[in-house]
């Protein structure tokens, strides 16, 4: 079942005969809850806030942060062309990504989502990628793959084409990475399978009643009411690219080379803050990070509006 | 059920419908076979580089990059000997390392997600729908803005270079997603079984066990599922807080292999990344049902 909503578990009324049972079970609640407390307050909240703080000093570790006011963000934006390069670099990998694997992972599911024999086989070959797809062993394997003498070279040969180190040519290295985040559309295509089911039989038997095509139903039926997952899978899988750092990591060596091709954004808060030490920059990388996917989530809900179809709204 | 109007299984004539209908069959059949032989060509893409990489683990090293075919035209444990003894260190150790780690990590979430899921699914307290939008959010930010004070906090109690910064977060609940998937299958339960574990004089603590717990377990299996294959991939925290290769999880143990022998040792590198992948797979193989239902109303990676 697919609950994109978030909705607050029911509250239930509360008699007032039963107020001393409920103020037990309230206090039973706070000792339930104080392992999550402690993490939400001391390893989530604390350096949420104590990130932003330092995001307006100068701190190397070694030394007491010192404050600098917005020097590091002035910095960032009007100093640091590798900054630039690390923030095109993850936006050409969500934006072009994205919507690719999120297509693939669409018609996929339609293809999948007609009541075939050995579904679940499929299903599971699919979704293999999506749960490999973010280990060491697998960028390791990408960077051979695609290397000068790599798998996808020699198949190339056989056709006759000399093809180049695709990892090591600047033009090419960030498409083998975003090939690999595609190779990961398994995890959406079960979400819209989910989705897909959801939707009754009776409106496609409806439509061919009245002889509609398959792509009228597949335009007045299947995308309307599967609209709240597509979005969903949409918010999400763009706030997860724009986290990726292992697969850059590994196929670059930790450079991000060659010229900053590779350079995730997330890639580039790890060398700051924790190869050159430059906690209080890294700060700042991290909360303007914050803000960068804050504000996409919130234009991808405000954009919503005009193409997520609820059911209960027209 | 939609009932189909008399008027149009009346409008085509019988012949006409005849042909038309045998047309279609045939033509759905064809659609059927040119379908799954497209889906099983595309799922052999898909998994082709794994397998091939399989396959290269036992290919000796001038094979390897001589043909992109799958199977070893000579086959040799030579990768996994070299690679398992690695660079001075076993390959072992890292395993273990792994092991340890994953296994604690999978115990904390177990333990802390449940007893925070079971209070925001069925208990009452004050400012709980604060409390709960405040969980949620927190699944929302990205790592990567608490590293560096988490770091400094880590460090200032002398966890650099053990797996404490690698564990203790999951026993105080941080992996809030899990908190949130508990809560969404608490509420498929009915709750007259906690009304009646009530009537029956049992207090929150032992509705929470003899109760509620059994129910869970198919949430619990899936969370176990999904922290066993984070924790044993992660890299980045790793990365992070083990410095010491005695300490390095296996997919660190994996990189610095990377770095000490260059690309000259693919082969042995294939195999220890096969190896590597190993436990996921298994974990996946005996667990995918509750893999695809976590997936399927969380939306979890």
């Known amino acids: ?314 | 059920m939609a009932t189909i109007p008399e008027t149009v299984t009346r409008r085509a004539s019988a012949a006409d419908h005849g042909a038309a209908r045998r047309r279609r069959v045939r033509s759905t059949r064809f659609l059927r076979i040119l379908r799954i032989t497209l889906l099983t060509i595309l799922a052999l893409g898909m998994i082709y580089p794994l397998l091939w990489m399989l396959g290269a683990s036992f290919k000796p090293a001038d094979e390897i990059f001589a043909s992109p075919g799958l199977l070893p035209e000579t086959w040799t444990l030579d990768n996994y000997v070299k690679g398992w003894n690695g660079f001075g260190l076993s390959f072992g150790t890292f395993f273990a390392n792994s092991a340890i780690v994953t296994a604690l990590a999978v115990v904390g979430n177990l333990i802390a997600c449940t007893l925070a899921a079971y209070a925001f699914g069925r208990l009452e307290f004050r400012f709980k729908a604060m409390w709960f939008a405040l969980m949620l959010l927190t699944i929302m930010i990205p790592h990567h803005v608490v590293i560096v004070p988490q770091y400094v906090l880590f460090s200032e109690f002398g966890w650099i270079n053990t797996f404490l910064p690698l564990i203790v977060p999951k026993f105080l609940a941080t992996d809030a997603f899990f908190i949130f998937l508990m809560v969404q299958f608490l509420r498929s339960l009915p709750r007259e079984l906690d009304e009646a574990a009530e009537l029956d004089g049992a207090g929150p603590f032992r509705t929470f066990f003899s109760v509620i717990l059994p129910l869970l377990t198919p949430a619990l299996t899936t969370t176990a599922v999904f922290t066993f294959i984070w924790t044993w991939s992660d890299f980045f925290t790793p990365l992070i807080y083990l410095t010491d290769p005695s300490r390095y999880t296996v997919p660190l143990g994996l990189n610095a292999f990377l770095d000490a022998n260059g690309e000259s040792a693919w082969g042995s590198l294939f195999a220890m990344a096969t190896l590597s992948l190993g436990p996921v797979l298994g974990f996946f193989i005996v667990a995918q049902k509750y893999l695809v239902r976590g997936i399927a109303t969380t939306g979890l990676k």
């Open chain 1, 1 to 314: 079942m697919v609950s994109t909503p978030v909705a607050i578990p029911p509250t239930r009324g509360v008699g007032s005969s039963k107020k001393s049972t409920n103020r037990r079970r309230g206090r039973a609640a706070y000792l339930f809850l104080l392992p999550w407390f402690l993490g939400f307050f001391v390893i989530v909240l604390g350096p949420l806030l104590a990130s932003l703080v330092l995001s307006f000093t100068d701190y190397r570790l070694i030394s007491e942060p010192s404050f600098i006011g917005i020097d590091n963000y002035v910095r960032m934006f009007t100093a640091d062309p590798q900054f630039w390069d690390a923030l095109t670099v993850t936006a050409i990998y969500v934006f072009v990504g994205v919507p690719l694997q999120l297509v693939t992972a669409f018609l996929l599911a339609l293809a999948l989502d007609t009541g075939m024999r050995g579904l679940s086989i499929y299903r599971a070959v699919f979704y293999l990628p999506s749960l490999l797809g973010g280990s060491v062993a697998v960028a390791l394997l990408w960077r051979q793959l695609f290397g000068r003498d790599g798998v996808v070279n020699q198949v190339l040969a056989t056709v006759g084409i000399d093809g180049p180190s695709w990892i090591a040519n600047p033009d090419t290295a960030l498409g083998t990475l975003i090939l690999l985040l595609i190779w990961q559309f398994g995890s959406p295509m079960i979400i819209f399978l989910a989705g897909l089911r959801q939707i009754p039989r009776e409106l496609y038997e409806a439509a061919d009643v009245d002889g509609a095509g398959r792509l009228t139903k597949l335009f007045k039926i299947t995308l309307p009411l599967l609209s709240p997952i597509i979005f969903f899978n949409l918010v999400l899988q763009v706030i997860n690219a724009f986290q990726a750092f292992t697969p850059a990591y590994v196929v670059s060596g930790g450079s991000g080379g060659p010229a900053d091709s590779t350079l995730f954004y997330t890639l580039y808060l790890y060398q700051q803050g924790f190869r050159y030490l430059n906690m209080g920059y890294a700060s700042a990388l991290a909360w303007t990070l914050v803000v960068i996917i804050a504000g996409l989530t919130a234009v991808n809900f405000l954009a919503s509006r005009r193409w997520v179809f609820y059911g209960d709204n027209s």
